[in-house]
Every structure is written in C-alpha cells, then in structure tokens.
C-alpha cells in the first residue's frame, strides 16, 4: 500500500502525542524509504518529509516542534497545541 501525506501525518501525530517514541517514528521512517512506495500524488514532498523523519535521531538535524509544524504544514495541515489541567 502506498505512503500518503495522511500516513506521514499519522506517525508525526502519533509521536507528538507521545504514543510513538523517537525511534519508533524514526525506524518506520527508515522502512518507509527502503520500500519506496509512495502516493502518486505529491511523492516529493512525501519523500522529503519521511527523508527528514529518518535524520531525526542524529543530533545534528534533531526533531524541534518548530520542525514538526513545518513538515506537517508540507503535508497539508496546521499543528495546534491544546493544554488541559491535569
């Protein structure tokens, strides 16, 4: 199955909310490039964005809140932050 702008979105999701770990969103954006399947519909930008998730773990790229609004602002969509008493 292809790799969509919405799967990508998913997993950067999934790590913000902290139900993926760094090296999780990382080893599925390693497996993503090795398999190479993207969607037809804007497959540079997805390849750069899974590219960029793969580097997340170098401490020289890192993965700042500033860098997960900017991919997903690639992908098509707006990050929001929400914060609730605990």
Known sequence: ??????????????????????????????????????????????SEVVARLGLADVRAFGLAWEDCEELLRKLGYTARVEVSAA
Do not use: C
Request: charged letters at 25%; hydrophobic letters at 50%; proline letters at 4%.
């Open 1 to 46: 199955m292809p790799i969509t702008k919405q799967t990508v979105a998913k997993q950067l999701v999934a790590y913000l909310q902290h139900e993926l770990s760094l090296r999780a969103l990382v080893d599925w954006a390693e497996r993503a490039m090795m398999d190479g399947e993207f969607d037809n519909e804007n497959p540079a930008v997805i």
